[in-house]
């Protein structure tokens, strides 16, 4: 009940716009967000795999399996609040319905973050998100080359934590 409140609040957020007296002769169609400066972005990933395997069974005859799985649900809500506060939020349904998550965790809050950036130089993320510890681990599952990501990215680099981290681009250095 809490995520379809979240849906209905994120894509019922435009409203119009008080129509003033110097805009009297413009159009009264106006839309804004509740969130501020621009509409929440929405976004989503559905990845689902069918497995047909054939097993050699004693006497050199085969066995053939075929499994589906559903991979990847994931829905993205991101926006901005101002020119220095951004947000993320994303989850991933098929963590709780599937047996697809090696590190038995049944979460499906991926993404839970405060991006601030007061300072030009430096930007303040808080919340839960990926750490970057390799780049093909911060590469979205909908934009990556192949079906899964490397053995040693899995490993290492696509994991996610609750934190704060500072971040930012400095001339030739990120």
């Known amino acids: 009940s809490f995520l379809l409140l979240l849906v209905y609040c994120v894509t019922c957020s435009p409203v119009l716009a008080q129509k003033s007296d110097e805009d009297s002769t413009k159009s009264s169609g106006v839309l804004k967000s509740i969130f501020g400066i621009g509409q929440p972005t929405i976004g989503g990933l559905i990845q689902l795999w069918d497995e047909y395997q054939a097993k050699a069974r004693p006497g050199g005859s085969r066995e053939y399996y075929n499994s589906f799985l559903v991979r990847r649900?994931?829905?993205?809500f991101s926006g901005r609040v101002n020119d220095k506060i951004a947000y993320g939020v994303?989850?991933?349904?098929?963590?709780?319905?599937?047996?697809s998550s090696r590190e038995g965790r049944v979460s499906v809050l991926q993404d839970a973050y405060i991006d601030l950036s007061y300072l030009p130089e430096a930007r303040l993320t808080?919340?839960?998100?990926?750490?970057?510890?390799?780049h093909?681990?911060?590469v979205s599952s909908g934009k990556l080359d192949f079906v899964e990501r490397s053995e040693i990215t899995r490993i290492f680099g696509d994991k996610r934590d609750i934190g704060i981290q500072i971040g930012g681009e400095f001339q030739h250095l990120d």
């Open 90 to 99: 994303m989850v991933d349904f098929a963590r709780s319905i599937s047996n």
């Open 73 to 76: 649900i994931e829905i993205k």
């Open 126 to 134: 808080v919340g839960q998100f990926k750490y970057p510890l390799t």
């Open 136 to 138: 093909d681990g911060l």
